[in-house]
């Protein structure tokens, strides 16, 4: 079978199974704080599991993506040096949700592995959770005896907590699993060695393919264990490590999943993939990472340097630097390989070969960027390597840090440099830097929480915010404590409320919850965590079992509710305007602004803002009332027209938002008619990423506080200019100030010379050699430019110069090349007479400079100077 029938065969026969096939989630996590990207198949039903939603389905199966960079799961290292670590992957899956549980798992697993994907049963192994006493978690005996059924005995495995108990994370449902290896070895090597014996033992050929969880508990914060109500059984299956299993193979990178794109970049490097083991390294990291950029540009996450953004952009480097550095691509060559990926995915997932121009695009922009930083920090590298004394040819862990941390150099690269020079790196010392800055960003990003205290059993929390600001006898169904950076804060979830929580780019409501005595508690924020509406509150109020009014700030909704109607205005116009490639890909709703990012490949012009502007203000003063569907099906949204966003996962309902020819899916706040906006103005445009622009804009009230600001301003420059033609008065300065600033340029050209001409005579004869010195206050291109001149004209001369021009000390050291010749080096010189100053720096050993804090130190600066230029001279 070829990888596209291995899936397909997969997904029928759990089809068979009655179970519901469901498309993969965005490999991008949205409203989940714990999580950045989709790294397990199970992702998409963690709300289910933790309680927060009812399962749509009893039973379901799908192929998910995933990515497996960051955190706990994190594969990055192993990926394209193993054969069967990935960073973007498959994850075959099927779930029960309180339906089937282990009986049901393991001999369907074994159906379809047998008798559809005919795996020999000698090769296969089961393992089962040995039982944790400490716990009170015994043996899973029911699972042993299901294998049992199957396996001989030889064949099923006892592990422990670390392979065969699963959990979702510190707190949340858990419970044991059964893993199913795979032998691949020859039949002489498993006559030799027992494969039982190789079992989660990281051999590259006896692999697990697939894991059987069976949730049965809850961890809670204490540690303890809790048994769910409902048992649920989560599986999933690692594409690649099961194509490369059926196909035979001895690599994932051999199976029809991996090999159009490596022999691509074989073909553009002019090399034989399996010829040489450091190129073969090279194009599976590249072919592994293509496929985690491509699709996570897809679902809406762009390289950036915060977040998500910054590990994708890691990703795309370390791709970018494994091709530099073995294959010779000077140029973006990333991009080019797209296309292949496209027509080898395209058809199970639509979305990357929807967006494929935006890919390439921004890949491509991504990739020139980095080849220039990679140039920069190369170049820093070898002045690092210069400045080395010759008796310590040893790059320090900060140099080799800074290196990383700054331009993207992994460590193996920065010592593959420096070993082609004959020079070491300080490893020790890069690893405590490293582990110095983990230490500050796990500080950073430590947070403690509580358990959930129960109040009042609620099965979901019902949003009534579409029609109120307020709301009468509502309870806390839930609360917890929460501790950040020192600080505490609380969770509280409501049985119903009016506080729309954070989500889709729109800013959470505040409020209060007024108890019947009075007594008011803040509402700070209000987020969107796995579908619960969670309020932000400083303190809880004294009485948490107590009926409360919930009251938004109404004022900031409808602000909120005018921007993101705006949004959506804005949306069409822009389509109107730039043609239908538009596509939403980011925004943010405040109340105070609007911030929408879009794909488009160059800057817009003023004409075309205009009519951007003049169209969405033209929908405002239609008034184009509000036109809701909150429980439209997704054949009925596309029906009638609806965008629909690359990256968000919709459910089987969704709410449709329509004014005039505006129509999209959106779960969030509105305005009743376009004409409650008021007002429309553009404040900004820029480029938000490769391939995306970025426009700010303002609506209503702050609309108007722009628009009379920048009449006062208008009045002002009409004042202190004098004229009513403000641009021609403004264009004419400007002449003006060029001529001047040109005439400035002469004069000081002329000091110089005179200034150069002076100093030729001038100074003390120290052997063969002039030592010039004198203290220029005038500007630091003048004193490099006087310098150099003297350097130039004298055969032999060392200058010194000291300015305190602007209030800064500044130190500057030039030096013929006689003088360098004679051991003397400006770097050396300035960094050590620049301690009178209370600075630093310094340059190539001709010329160099140093600034500093402490004036009063000038003048004894310059003259440790001298004494160290005299004192060598004289040796």
């Known amino acids: 079978m070829n990888s596209n029938e291995i899936r397909q065969v997969f997904l029928d026969f759990f089809h068979e199974k009655q179970h519901q096939i469901v498309p993969s989630a965005p490999m991008v996590v949205k409203n989940d704080p714990t999580l950045m990207f989709t790294n397990a198949g199970m992702n998409q039903f963690k709300d289910i599991f933790l309680g927060n939603q009812p399962a749509k ?32 992957f498959e994850m075959l ?22 008798e559809r994907y005919k795996l020999p049963t000698d090769r296969l192994y089961a393992t089962v959770f040995e039982g944790s006493p400490e716990e009170g978690v015994p043996f899973d005996s029911e699972a042993y005896d299901f294998w049992a059924e199957r396996l001989p005995a030889s064949h099923i495995l006892k592990g422990n907590k670390h392979d065969n108990f699963w959990e979702m994370g510190d707190t949340g449902p858990c419970g044991p699993c059964s893993e199913i290896h795979f032998d691949l070895r020859s039949d002489d090597e498993r006559a ?26 809850n961890r809670k914060a204490n540690g303890s264990l809790e048994p769910l109500p409902a048992k649920h059984v989560d599986t999933g299956m690692g594409f690649e490590r099961l194509c490369m299993v059926i196909q035979g193979k001895q690599s994932n990178y051999d199976t029809d999943v991996f090999q159009p794109l490596l022999q691509k970049i074989a073909g553009m490097a002019s090399v ?13 990291v590249i072919a592994d990472h293509l496929r985690a950029i491509a699709f996570s540009i897809a679902d809406g996450q762009l390289p950036s340097n915060v977040k998500a953004g910054y590990v994708i952009r890691r990703i795309l480097r370390r791709a970018v630097r494994y091709g530099y550095t073995y294959l010779g691509f000077t140029e973006p060559f990333i991009c080019q390989l797209v296309p292949t990926l496209v027509e080898q995915m395209g058809g199970q997932f639509p979305e990357i070969k929807a967006q494929q121009q935006l890919i390439e695009k921004v890949i491509a922009e991504e990739e020139g960027s980095f080849l220039r930083t990679l140039a920069t920090g190369i170049n820093l590298l070898d002045s690092i390597i210069k400045k080395l004394p010759a008796d310590r040819k040893v790059i320090s862990g900060s140099d080799a840090f800074t290196l990383y941390d700054t331009f993207g150099f992994p460590i193996d690269l920065t010592q593959l440099i420096a070993s082609e020079q004959g020079v070491t790196v300080d490893i020790p010392g890069f690893e405590k830097e490293l582990e110095a800055q983990k230490n500050r960003s796990r500080n950073a990003s430590a947070v403690e929480t509580d358990d959930w205290v129960e109040v009042l059993p609620v099965e979901q929390s019902e949003f009534v915010g579409y ?6 006898d509502v309870h806390i169904a839930r609360y917890r404590r929460v501790t950040s950076k020192g600080k505490t804060h609380y969770q509280i979830v409501l049985d119903h409320t009016p506080f729309y929580g954070n989500m889709g780019g729109q800013v959470g409501d505040t409020g209060y919850l007024i108890a019947p005595d009075g007594e008011k508690t803040l509402i700070t924020d209000t987020q969107k965590e796995n579908n619960l509406t969670v309020h932000i509150a400083p303190s809880l109020p004294a009485d948490v079992k107590a009926p409360f009014e919930a009251v938004v700030n109404a004022e900031r909704r409808m602000a909120s509710a005018a921007n993101h109607t705006a949004t959506h205005l804005m949306h069409q116009a822009l389509r109107e305007v730039l043609g239908t490639h538009v596509e939403q890909k980011g925004s943010l709703v405040t109340p105070d602004y609007l911030r929408f990012d879009f794909s488009h490949f160059q800057k817009l012009t003023n004409e075309e803002l205009r009519q951007v502007e003049r169209k969405v203000n033209a929908a405002i003063r239609a008034n184009f009332p509000l036109e809701e569907n909150r429980h439209c099906t997704m054949d009925q949204a596309k029906e009638m027209g609806a965008m629909m966003l690359f990256g968000e996962k919709y459910g089987d309902t969704v709410r449709v938002v329509k004014y005039g020819q505006s129509v999209e899916l959106c779960g969030g706040l509105h305005v009743p008619a376009t004409g409650n906006i008021g007002q429309f103005r553009i404040v ?44 021609t008065a403004i264009k004419k300065l400007a002449d003006e100030n060029a001529e001047m600033a040109k005439q400035m340029v002469q004069v000081r050209q002329a000091r110089d010379s005179f200034m150069i001409e002076k100093l030729m005579d001038f100074g003390e004869q120290v052997g063969d050699f002039r030592l010039i010195s004198r203290q220029l206050d005038i500007v630091p291109e003048s004193v490099k430019n006087i310098a150099f001149e003297l350097r130039n004209r004298i055969e032999n001369v060392a200058v010194v110069f000291g300015s305190n021009f602007g209030g800064k000390p500044t130190l500057t050291v030039a030096l013929s ?35 500093g804090k402490n004036s009063q130190g000038l003048e004894a600066a310059m003259a440790a100077a001298q004494e160290i230029i005299r004192t060598k001279l004289q040796a």
């Open 684 to 727: 900004a445009e820029e480029s938000s990423a490769a391939g995306i622009r970025r426009i700010e804009a303002i609506t209503g009230r702050t609309a108007e506080e722009y628009s009379e600001q920048q009449d006062d301003i208008i009045k002002e420059m009409m004042a202190a200019l004098r004229t009513n033609q403000v641009v």
């Open 467 to 472: 029609d109120h600001t307020s709301c009468p």
């Open 817 to 851: 090349d006689s003088a360098v010749a004679q051991g003397l080096n400006a770097g050396a010189i300035v960094r050590e007479a620049a301690k009178q100053i209370q600075g630093g720096g310094g340059g190539q050993p001709h010329y160099a400079t140093a600034g």
């Open 93 to 114: 899956g099927n779930w029960s949700f309180g339906d089937y549980f282990k009986k049901e798992a393991i001999a369907w697993a074994w159906e379809l592995l047998t």
């Open 192 to 217: 030799r060695i027992d494969g039982a014996e190789l079992v989660n033992k990281d051999h590259p050929q006896v692999i697990e393919i697939w894991n059987l969880v069976f949730m049965q508990f």
């Open 57 to 88: 389905w009893h039973r379901a199966a799908d192929t998910q993506k995933c990515l497996r960079v960051s955190g706990k799961h994190n594969d990055l290292e192993e990926v394209g040096h193993d054969t069967y670590h990935h960073t973007m």
């Open 272 to 284: 034989a993939y399996g010829s040489d083991p450091k190129k073969d390294i090279a194009m599976r």
